[in-house]
């Protein structure tokens, strides 16, 4: 039997949604190393090799890490002052006292939070006492910016070479380095070329290895490429805008935060005419800065400025531009110079606006002039901007009222606008409304009953807020509107049991002395029974049953409105009653794994085995569906596919570990797992049948698997540890003469009985 260690999701008939268990590998930052393995040659001839650079990278995090070797006292690393990736280590060798041959020794690279550390770089060191040719650079440097083009080829000369040579270009990824003959003046060479296209921002290793005729002693020269992105190197919150007017405060600083693809360290200057400042001219990347203007001296008008940071890994800049709008007092408008109000005495009309607008973005100040019954909101703000007027009439009596707002511009002492607002208060307001009660009737768990309407009218246009009370399964809207003014009302009978349920609709005229209306709603839920309309097992409408067969039954008022979930957990029994709703088999009431008003999920018990016919009925909440007959087998398999029909790829586990599928195939000879139900009787006793299962148990029944027409060997046939009894996983060999194809035909025998036709896997 196959391991399991993690969960994959899984759809069962009906849609259930179960989990899968099988092995998948953890999502943590795992370290690399560049290049991933390291070789020195010394000939005779020469000095000691040049030291060579290893870079530690940590896919983009910060990681502290420590380096250590191993397997050779002639190996040397010397790590940077703070080991933190990404890092670049120099990595250099004493030959003194080595006779010739080959010597291999390890860097190790240890970092806590990586997946995978430690990681080894294998060194290699050839002495040879054959002289060796030489060439004119050990090591060869191309920088490529995706923004430009390819950069220029370079000449690698050949002197002292004992024979002819050949050479061979390779990289640790990709295919970007060619060489090609060169000129033999003033010596032999290789033309060494870079095709940088499509290579994202990083650093590439390649090799050029040149062989003679006649010494066995190769020549390694190493080639880097340097691949930079402009355009995505750098992030930033930029751009920036400051706003100042003359005679205020001088603008708040704000804060520029940046980042770079990786640690570095960064330049910062600030570029303007001497309004434009950074609190410091150097960080590291990520950094928060913090930017002010000095507009001083400066006259109404745009002023740009840029903020300048560059990489110190690779020069690469980030440019951001910052704006400061300079703005003076300017005259402002409205767009109404009256308003006029008309009310009933103690009941406060709906609030008017007024428009301020001037030639360019201005603060302004709105006060009352006159009138104690007036207020504005807001007070203060910049063009264009809305300010409403709102009245409270409380203690006034019938009659005529006037009063003004002024409008003005910040700093000026003239008014920029006058609004008149006038107001006439008048009788006694009357509010009604229309029905003065509401009642619903609801079946249980069905859908909502149709919603109603209130209507509420009025003498005046008057501001009304609506609110209820009973609890949650009570609705009305709009919350707020102005006479005359429809409310509906609806209700939710989901989660509610039988009986009888009484809220109210409140209405009252916010900051009035006019007293709320009260309309009293009246919910009664009555029972309905329950009705079965189809039956699956899972293939289709299939109705072959069997103790440990998956029950999908499909109808009306099968339970709540809203779906009922089963939680499962290892050895604790699966519920036989779910948001009130039972399943009974010959009156023994089955394990449930869903529920809701239209779809039943249950699984056959195992304590009906033996029965051939038997009488299924749903209950919701005490009500007895009709009864519906089924025919029990002792077995009757049924295998799980990826869409939930019965049919096409089977919901297989490849021994990788991966789903099953035309892009995964399983190899012959591998083990493919197949999942399903119906195989009946398994190996429990009488008080585990309902159990969700904690360890493997066979099936009682005889299992045999054919793919493609071969039989294969089967390595275990049995429940699915945590998953819900009647489950069933089936470990087999796929055959070695089994045939090859997206959909190979899969098979299964329980017992006496087969799977349905149609189920297929992915063979290679």
């Excluded at 001839?45 to 983009?60: E, F, M, V, Y």
């Excluded at 590291?284 to 940071?309: D, E, K, Q, W």
């Excluded at 009025?458 to 949650?472: D, E």
Aim: aromatic share 6%; net charge neutral; hydrophobic share 40%.
């Amino acid at each position: 039997m196959l391991k399991v260690s993690s969960a994959h999701r899984v759809l069962l008939p009906g849609g259930i949604l179960c989990l899968l268990m099988m092995p998948v590998a953890a999502s943590a930052v795992e370290l690399g190393a560049s290049p991933t393995q390291i070789i020195f040659i010394q000939p005779a001839n020469a000095q000691a090799p040049r030291a060579q650079t290893l870079s530690i990278t940590a896919g983009g995090a910060v990681l502290p890490f420590q380096v250590s070797t191993s397997g050779a006292s002639w190996l040397s690393v010397s790590s940077p002052t703070a080991a933190i990736t990404p890092a670049i280590l120099n990595v250099s060798v004493n030959i003194a006292g080595l006779s010739a041959g080959n010597y291999q020794g390890f860097i190790q690279i240890t970092a806590v939070g990586a997946a995978n550390s430690p990681i080894s770089v294998p060194v290699t060191l050839q002495v040879s006492t054959t002289p060796q040719a030489s060439v004119s650079a050990a090591q060869l440097a191309f920088e490529y910016d995706t923004a430009g083009t390819a950069p220029p080829s370079q000449a690698l000369y050949i002197y002292s070479a004992p024979g002819s040579f050949s050479a061979t270009a390779s990289t640790t990824s990709g295919s970007w380095l060619t060489i090609a003959t060169g000129p033999n003046t003033p010596a032999p060479s290789l033309i060494v070329s870079v095709t940088p296209v499509n290579l994202p921002a990083g650093v590439y290793q390649g090799f050029i290895t040149i062989y003679f005729t006649g010494n066995p002693v190769p020549v390694v020269v190493g080639v880097s490429l340097r691949v930079l992105s402009s355009a995505s190197l750098w992030t930033s919150t930029g751009p920036l805008t400051f706003r100042y007017r003359i005679g205020d405060a001088v603008p708040p600083k704000q804060q520029l935060t940046v980042s770079y693809y990786t640690f570095t360290g960064f330049s910062v200057q600030a570029n303007s005419s001497g309004w434009l400042a950074v609190d410091t001219d150097s960080g590291f990347a990520p950094a928060v800065l913090n930017v002010s203007v000095n507009p001083s001296g400066l006259a109404p008008g745009t002023y740009r400025g840029t903020i300048l940071l560059q990489a110190g890994i690779d020069w690469s800049t980030l440019t951001v531009p910052v704006t400061l709008e300079v703005s003076g007092s300017l005259p402002i408008s409205v767009d109404a110079t009256t308003l006029t109000f008309q009310t009933a005495a103690g009941v406060p009309p709906a609030p008017q606006t007024v428009k301020v607008n001037a030639s360019g973005a201005t603060n302004f100040t709105a006060k009352v002039a006159s009138g104690s019954w007036i207020s504005v909101s807001p007070t203060t703000g910049q063009t264009p901007s809305n300010v409403t007027v709102n009245i409270n009439p409380a203690g006034l009596a019938p009659g005529s009222y006037q009063g003004s707002v002024v409008f003005l511009s910040e700093g000026s002492k003239i008014a920029g606008a006058l609004v008149s607002v006038k107001l006439t208060v008048t009788g006694t307001a009357t509010v009604s409304a229309t029905p003065t009660s509401l009642r619903f009737d609801a079946a249980s768990s069905s859908a909502k009953p149709p919603s109603q309407t209130v209507s509420v009218t009025s003498n005046f246009n008057i501001p009304i807020a609506v609110a209820v009370t009973g609890g949650g399964w009570l609705e009305a809207a709009p919350v707020n509107g102005t006479t005359p003014v429809t409310v509906t009302v609806s209700v939710n009978p989901a989660g509610l049991a039988i009986g009888s349920y009484s809220g109210t609709v409140t209405l009252t005229a916010p900051g009035s002395t006019l007293a709320p209306l009260t309309i009293p709603v009246a919910l009664n839920i009555a029972a309905g029974q329950p009705t079965i309309r189809e039956l699956s097992n899972g293939n289709g409408l299939a109705r072959d049953f069997a103790p440990g067969s998956m029950l999908t039954i499909y109808g009306g008022t099968l339970g709540p409105n809203e779906p009922q979930v089963a939680r499962l957990t290892s050895g604790n029994p699966v519920p036989t009653n779910l948001g009130g709703t039972r399943v009974l088999i010959n009156n023994t009431a089955v394990p449930l794994l869903y529920v809701q008003a239209t779809q039943i999920n249950a699984i056959v018990p195992y304590a009906l085995a033996g029965q051939r016919v038997a009488d299924l009925q749903v209950e919701v909440n005490g009500i007895l569906s009709d009864r519906t007959p089924i025919e029990l087998s002792d077995t009757a398999p049924v295998l799980f596919t990826l869409n939930g029909s019965g049919r096409g790829q089977g919901a297989f586990i490849n021994q990788s570990g991966g789903l099953n599928n035309p892009a995964s195939p399983a190899d012959r000879g591998s083990v493919l797992v197949l999942y399903g139900s119906g195989g009946g009787v398994a190996d429990l006793t009488a008080a585990e049948e309902n159990l969700v299962p904690t360890q493997a148990r066979g099936l009682r029944n005889q299992v045999t698997v054919w793919i493609g027409g071969v039989q294969a060997d089967v390595d275990y046939a049995g429940v699915v540890p945590g998953m819900p009894p009647g489950m069933i996983q089936i470990n087999v060999r796929v055959p070695a003469e089994a045939p090859v194809g997206e959909a190979v035909p899969v098979s299964v025998r329980a017992g006496g009985n087969f799977s349905q036709a149609g189920v297929t896997a992915a063979i290679k």
